[in-house]
Each structure stands twice: as structure tokens, then as C-alpha cells.
């Protein structure tokens, strides 16, 4: 409905003559006519004057559509909405599930570090020297000697600083020349595997 069959419309609804209406907006009548008519528009200010006279919005009077834009409006903010929405699932899950996925890479790892290295096993050296006895053991990859712990009289390490090697191969045959080379003698207990 064009703005000149929407005053005519709302004056008749109040019960309003052309020559009632143009006395309230401060118009000549014929000004009425031609709104009605379609052969003139309100200027804004005479628009603002009837919307307070019908007591309806300026939209309402120039029949804008202003729903089909606060739908618009609501449907965008809701499509806003649910993506926060899912961004912050993906975040929550992600604070759920990367621990976990962390948690499993490193046992992962882990595996793969003892399979790489070989099984751990465990060896003492058994020492007799100035009548005393001395005892020190060690945890090492079998394959490649590495040492994963070692421990002991404390004075066999001192000595032959035997807690510096890295190779428990090297360490046991550094204790025992040493004991030998001072007139004592060690036994080496047999590799025994590790859980």
C-alpha cells in the first residue's frame, strides 16, 4: 500500500476530514487531497507530524517491512550464535581430547624408546676389598648399555667415579679393574630383565 492510500486509510479510521487532518498537520486541505491522490508525498517533518496524529510509527506509515529486518536481523544473530557456539564445543573438546592424545603419544614414545633401546635389565657387581664388601647395581638397556639407574655403596663410586659413565658396560669393568688392580676381587651377578 503506497503512503497516499495509507493516509486516507488511518484519517478515515479516526474519523478525520482532509480539512481536520491538514488543520493538525498545518497544511492546506488540497495538500491532503494530492497525499491521497498520489500525486505529492509528506515532506519528513509532515511524515514525522502524522505518525504522532495516528499514532503509529513512521515504518507503519510508509509501509516498511521493518519485521522482514528485525527477522533478518534475529537470523543472523542466531547463526552468530550457534557458531560461538560450536567454537567453544571444538575448544572444550580440545582441552578434553589433546591431553588425552598427549597422554598417549608419550606411552607411544615410551614403547617405541624400549623397543628401540631393548629391554632393561639389571646387573651388581659384588666387590671384596681391605676385608670389607661392597655392592653396587645397575639398570641398563641391554642393546646399547645405556644406563636408566644405578646405585650402591657409595665408596665404589667414589672411587672409580663409576655414577659418571653413561655405559653400565664401561662402569661394571672400571669397578672391577679397580678392585683387582688393589688387590681385591668381584663378582658379577647375571643380567636378570627388568619389568
Known amino acids: 500500500m503506497d503512503i497516499g492510500n495509507k493516509i486516507m ?7 478525520l476530514s482532509q480539512e481536520e487532518l491538514a488543520e493538525k498537520v498545518g497544511v492546506a486541505r ?7 491522490l498520489g500525486e505529492t508525498s509528506p515532506d519528513i517533518k509532515q511524515a514525522k507530524e502524522l505518525s504522532k496524529i495516528f499514532n503509529i510509527s513512521l515504518d507503519e506509515l510508509v509501509s516498511n517491512d521493518i519485521k522482514n529486518i528485525l527477522v ?19 575448544a572444550l ?20 624408546q624400549k623397543n628401540n633401546l631393548g629391554r632393561v635389565v639389571e646387573k651388581t657387581i659384588t666387590c671384596t676389598l681391605h676385608d670389607k664388601t661392597y655392592i653396587y647395581g645397575f639398570e641398563y638397556y641391554e642393546s646399547t648399555g645405556d644406563i636408566k ?8 663410586a667414589n672411587i672409580t ?13 672400571i669397578i672391577d679393574a679397580y678392585v683387582k688392580n688393589n688387590g681385591g676381587s668381584c663378582t ?8
Open 9 to 15: 486509510e488511518l484519517r478515515k479510521k479516526c474519523g
Open 30 to 36: 488540497q495538500t491532503i487531497s494530492k497525499w491521497e
Open 72 to 90: 533478518e536481523k534475529t537470523s543472523n544473530t542466531e547463526k552468530l550464535a550457534g557458531l560461538i557456539l560450536k567454537l567453544i564445543k571444538v
Open 93 to 112: 573438546v580440545l582441552v578434553v581430547i589433546l591431553p588425552v592424545l598427549l597422554i598417549t603419544a608419550a606411552v607411544i614414545y615410551r614403547n617405541i
Open 149 to 156: 639407574a644405578a646405585g650402591g655403596d657409595g665408596y665404589l
Open 161 to 173: 667415579n663409576a655414577d659418571k659413565y653413561g655405559d653400565a658396560y664401561q662402569a661394571i669393568d
Open 188 to 195: 658379577i651377578t647375571e643380567a636378570k630383565e627388568v619389568e
